[in-house]
């Protein structure tokens, strides 16, 4: 079975701009999380998505948004972008509640 | 909300060496606590995982123990290897639609 998929692996925007990643869950999963990760933060938890419903989400601003598609399949935009926004952005997911979750590569967000 | 204290920030051991790891948390309603190892440049790995009606699970060369009324749980790593090197997460989640509440993470430096 195929792993957890992100899209793209790196990239660099400019302040102001806008940005969008993509995650592909392993086959059969409904959940997908993501995460913001950097040195000095750790692992911080943005939103997670069941089922195409938004069912928890972390203490970010509205800049950070995401969707899941009925194919399980997730996007995370963010708007109007910071040089703090710079970071390793992660997806992980599980099939249901209960279960194990399995992180991607990462997504290398670098703002200039 | 859940918190997760993760120590030591960092440990170096020397080949066959053991190495623990060690995480508090502070939600007595948490019943499931996995282990992550990130290697530079890619995504955290699940190593193990231990719920709350076991205190201890093995797969060989690691272990998770789990105190319940303490609120702790330890990451022990026996006959360690180069390749062991990494950095390593502890994590606590509730029941349902919980999400995972990572520690800030232990890099683990296994010299030859």
């Known amino acids: 079975k195929a792993g957890v998929t992100q899209t793209p692996r790196y990239l660099i925007k400019t302040r102001g701009q806008q940005v969008t990643l993509s995650c592909s869950p392993i086959?059969?999963?409904?959940?997908v999380s993501w995460y913001q990760q950097t040195p000095g933060q750790g692992l911080q938890f943005l939103f997670e998505y069941f089922s195409e419903t938004q069912r928890n989400k972390g203490n970010f601003p509205g800049r950070f948004s995401g969707r899941q598609f009925s194919n399980s399949r997730s996007e995370m935009n963010v708007s109007t972008l910071e040089l703090g926004d710079s970071a390793l952005y992660l997806c992980?997911?599980?099939?249901?509640?209960?279960?194990?979750?399995?992180f991607g590569p990462g997504t290398r967000l670098t703002v200039t | 909300g859940e918190n997760v204290e993760q120590h030591p920030s960092t440990l170096s051991v020397q080949e066959g060496d053991s190495a623990v790891i060690k995480c508090t948390y502070s939600?007595?309603?948490?019943?499931?606590f996995p282990w992550y190892k990130q290697e530079l440049g890619k995504g955290p790995q699940l190593i193990i995982d231990i719920r709350s009606n076991v205190g201890e699970k093995k797969d060989q060369r690691i272990a998770v123990t789990l105190n319940k009324t303490a609120k702790h749980f330890s990451l022990h790593i026996t006959e360690t290897q180069p390749e062991d090197s990494a950095v390593y997460f502890c994590a606590a989640r509730g029941r349902g639609y919980s999400t995972l509440t990572f520690g800030k993470g232990t890099m683990l430096l296994v010299s030859p």
């Open positions: 939600d007595s309603a948490s019943n499931y």
């Open positions: 992980a997911s599980r099939q249901g509640q209960g279960d194990e979750q399995y």
């Open positions: 086959s059969g999963h409904r959940s």
